[in-house]
């Protein structure tokens, strides 16, 4: 009998060795656009087992972005924020609310760019009135600070006001709510179609090309109390994102997420997701980030020497290999 429970025992024990890692961590993340390149990343962590191959288990919410999840963030509905606007946390970081970043997203504004219907007499930003709207996701978002910075870059008179998700944009414009609406890749119908056309893309604006757009915030209380399951989300994303750029069965489940081609997904990926935009141990100029969000009017006014060092720390603790 004792042998035949110690057969038993190694068995058991070699069927645990074999099968997933058990999770030693959880995390209910906020995750923004389904319908998005960058936002299957997160997806295919937690189903390709990205995330438990780091011991974590995770369960993803997804929002409007912008201030849906950064709300969520910041009142413990969620533990971490994906791929969420920078002004909009530091603004949060200024009224003293418990967020933290723990990581960049996305520097640069390649992935967005704006657009107008075929018939619009509008040719550029420059062209705008004062009665002519362009659209951003949600207040925070990452196209807020990318609109409201091109249609400064244009002199632009044109006015920036939310729009919510990519087809809801689209809805607006071809409706004549909107002048002009955000968008990214993939594109939809509506553009091989000649609906639509594209009028500005983020990067127009000089300034914005080595800025961080995008990152990753983790509520302050959660991190206090877990930082090795966000040091475990960190490694699992950003390996998830090398992944999507190296083996194609990777990419072929992000092409299948938004129901393209695999390689429709690889022109998305050359076209607007450069490989070195999705840095995530590091935040790029960020005094760049706060002067525009300042003159944004996102911001009050500048961080304190203290937040900008405790951010950069953050990042780079959280981050070392």
Known sequence: MQLLKSIAGAALAACLAAGPALAQHKMKIAAPHPTIMPSTFTVIAKEMGFFEREKLEVDLLWTAGGADAQQATINGSVDLAVQTGLSGILSAIQRGAPVAIVGSDMTGASDLFWYVRADSPLKSFADFGAGDMASFSRPGASSETVIKTLLEHYKSKGKAI?????????TQVMSGQIAAGWGTAPLPKAFSEGKVRIIARGNDAPKLASITTRVHAVNATYLAKNPEAVKAFLRGYDKTIDAV??????????????????????????????????????????DASIA???????????????QKVAIHKTVADLNAK
């Open 245 to 286: 750029y190296k083996d194609p069965q990777v990419l072929d489940k992000a092409a299948s997420f938004l129901k393209i081609t695999p390689a429709e997904a690889k022109q998305i990926l050359a076209d607007f997701f450069p490989r070195k935009a999705f840095t995530i141990d590091k935040i790029g100029d960020l």
């Open 162 to 170: 939310p729009s919510g998700s990519p087809p809801e944009t689209l």
């Open 292 to 306: 525009q969000a300042v003159e944004n009017k996102q911001l009050k006014g500048p961080l304190t020497d203290a």
